[in-house]
């Protein structure tokens, strides 16, 4: 265990200069504003989403994250307006970051739409290196104390979606900006690396009580692997969805950052969500890791909450809202 400690801390810690990733999650179908500004205002309603990720149980210093998301549409649905703020602790790493998302939403034929989304923000870095455990206190190569550094951000995306279909582009981190922690002997700089997601579903009618949607999500870190979410999810009598994720890394082409080939495997995952009422809804979700950290860990839970507020606009039985 000691080692794995020592090796996580490392990665976090030691390093002059590295790429700062974001939070994960394993419920964002269920709320695509923490990867997509252009999803603001989709659910034509107010809508609040909690959650609370703690990744790898029983390892110290693993990534704890939690997530508040509050949108809603205004000027006859045309205009989404959104706010993400997001707390993310890995290791002597911590990270929050808040950002105003706005959408301009294009209705087409029917119920499609296509919308174009603008996030603007910061992240506050922050990097405890008095809690670092090393071998040697005088190595310069740490930072000792706290230190914090603030970055500005944008990011940007478009979402398309029909009844029974989704598509959705965006890119998080656009300024990619570096920031320096500094201390008498040494300077550490933490970047934020740029993102690119990708994501699609479909709406399966299967029949009046079983619904499925397949979805993926694609994931580019330009200075690492490529990550795919593959998720299949069947809907149960308008009430619960039930449904499983895998995760795993790609090399689709060379990057000088990523040595070697990484694993074909990450993660699966196991996901419920429960509409306790036509306005609430519980999710929970359970990954089992693939990676070489399985066996030390006792995997990850993640739960969401959500309430949807209607104010007497429509109803929320209807399908696009409620399916994606």
Do not use: C
């Amino acid at each position: 265990m000691r080692k794995i400690l020592l090796n996580f801390i490392l990665l976090v810690a030691s390093l002059n200069v590295w790429a700062q990733q974001d939070a994960q999650y394993s419920q964002y179908m269920f709320n695509s504003l923490v990867i997509n500004p252009a999803y603001a205002g989709y659910k034509e309603t107010v809508n609040l989403s909690l959650l609370y990720r703690n990744q790898w149980v029983d390892v110290p210093g693993a990534p704890k994250t939690q997530s508040l998301v509050l949108d809603a549409a205004v000027a006859d649905d045309k205009i989404g307006l959104g706010l993400s703020v997001v707390n993310d602790k890995s290791g002597i790493q911590d990270q929050f970051s808040a950002f105003a998302n706005i959408a301009y939403r294009i209705p087409l034929a029917g119920e499609s739409r296509l919308s174009f989304g603008l996030g603007v923000g910061f992240t506050q870095l922050g990097v405890n290196g008095s809690a670092a455990i090393i071998d040697d206190i005088s190595d310069t190569e740490f930072l000792s104390g706290n230190s914090t550094g603030l970055a500005p951000d944008i990011r940007f995306g478009i979402h398309y979606s029909t009844e029974k279909l989704y598509i959705g582009l965006s890119a998080i981190n656009l300024m990619e900006k570096a920031v320096d922690f500094s201390t008498s002997s040494q300077t550490l700089q933490v970047k934020q690396s740029q993102n690119y997601f990708l994501t699609a579903g479909y709406l399966v009618e299967v029949s009046d009580f079983l619904k499925f949607k397949p979805s993926i999500m694609v994931r580019e870190d330009v200075k690492g692997p490529t990550n795919l979410d593959i998720n299949n999810f069947f809907l149960l009598g308008e009430r619960i969805w039930l449904g499983a994720s895998y995760r795993t890394s790609l090399k689709l082409w060379d990057k000088p950052a990523v040595i070697g080939m990484p694993r074909s495997n990450n993660a699966v995952v196991g996901l419920v969500e429960f509409f306790a009422g036509k306005s609430w809804r519980i999710g929970y979700a359970y990954d089992y890791s693939l990676s070489n950290i399985r066996g030390y860990d006792n995997g990850t839970h993640e739960i969401s909450l959500g309430l949807i507020i209607n104010g007497g606009k429509r109803d929320l039985t209807i399908l696009s809202p409620r399916y994606f």
